[in-house]
């Protein structure tokens, strides 16, 4: 295999409102606004350049309200690596996070799958935290995942996110094909 110019499908999930969209935007686009159009289904391409190699991005920016339907188990099933986003300023969102996750094992069928759980909001976290950053991170060690606070808003740690999920999957990667 060509190890320049890796492809890898990034889907991201989490309950609505909880930032993807705005997460996508200010990684790929360097923009952020109050307001994101809940669209179906967006993809988009960035090329990122980590540890002297290119990987070409497919990022899925899904807006289902279902979890569990057809359409989300085909993305799931196409990607690569996946980050699943809840707000540290909303519980039920972060109480999703395992329902999520376990969808995609299932569906993968093996516990081996490159996750980052990311607790978004935190340029709110004075007023509006809900849940801590310890309890993410036990969470994230739970399920044996990755795991980041960030802030879409003022670009906080989400280059972090991406080359993070992209260094895992890698590493997994080289485990795979021994
Ligand atoms: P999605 O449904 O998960 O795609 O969420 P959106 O990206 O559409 O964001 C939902 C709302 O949360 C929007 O009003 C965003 O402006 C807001 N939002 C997203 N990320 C942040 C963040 O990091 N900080 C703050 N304060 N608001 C955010
Ligand atoms: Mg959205």
Same mark, same amino acid.
């Given at each position: 295999m060509n190890i320049k110019n890796?492809?890898?499908?990034?889907?991201?999930?989490?309950?609505p409102g909880v930032g993807k969209s705005s997460?996508?935007?200010?990684?790929?686009?360097?923009?952020?606004?109050?307001?994101?159009?809940?669209?179906?289904?967006?993809?988009?391409f960035y090329k990122?350049?980590?540890?002297?190699?290119?990987?070409?991005?497919?990022?899925?920016?899904?807006?289902g309200q279902e979890e569990f339907c057809d359409l989300k188990n085909n993305y799931i099933l196409n990607g690569n690596?996946? !980050?699943?986003?809840?707000?540290?300023?909303? @519980?039920? *969102?972060?109480? =999703?996070?395992?329902?999520?996750?376990?969808?995609?094992i299932n569906l993968k069928n093996t516990e081996d799958v490159?996750?980052?759980i990311v607790g978004n909001k !935190?340029?709110?976290?004075?007023?509006?935290? @809900?849940? *801590?950053?310890? =309890?993410?991170?036990n969470l994230a060690k739970q399920l044996n995942c990755i795991f980041i606070e960030t802030s879409a808003k003022q670009n906080l740690n989400i280059l972090e996110i991406f080359t993070s999920l992209v260094k895992d999957w890698n590493k997994?990667?080289?485990?795979?094909k021994k």
């Open positions: 890796k492809k890898c499908c990034i889907c991201i999930s989490g309950e997460i996508v935007q200010q990684f790929v686009n360097k923009e952020f606004s109050t307001q994101y159009t809940p669209t179906l289904e967006d993809s988009y990122l350049d980590l540890d002297e190699e290119i990987y070409n991005l497919d990022i899925l920016d899904t807006a690596a996946f !980050i699943i986003v809840y707000s540290i300023s909303c @519980k039920g *969102s972060f109480k =999703e996070v395992k329902n999520i996750r376990d969808n995609i490159p996750i980052i !935190i340029d709110i976290e004075e007023k509006e935290r @809900k849940v *801590s950053k310890l =309890e993410g991170i997994k990667l080289s485990t795979w």
